[in-house]
């Protein structure tokens, strides 16, 4: 699905962006021009950037709870 009409950039292009480390409005701008153009789509874009942080944040803290888990399986109790 198309986010910015202006510069034919996908929300698949913005969440990769962000994925990549550009997890700001301003630094996904900078890779991409989406928001640059006519502005319509400035305040999607900043909501979109926000959630894949955030997904990427609890993809993380998933991740190392789930290493827990594996660590304390390997205790052995007596
Ligand atoms: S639709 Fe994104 S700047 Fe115009």
Known sequence: MLMCLCY???CKDIK???NQGFDSKES???QCFAG???GC???ALEKLVESEKNLAKFSNL???HASVEQD???IQYP
């Open 28 to 30: 996904v701008q900078e």
């Open 62 to 64: 998933t991740t190392s």
């Open 72 to 74: 304390n399986s390997l």
């Open 16 to 18: 990769t962006l962000v």
């Open 41 to 43: 789509c400035l305040e």
């Open 36 to 38: 640059t153009g006519c």
């Open 8 to 10: 034919g950039v996908s």
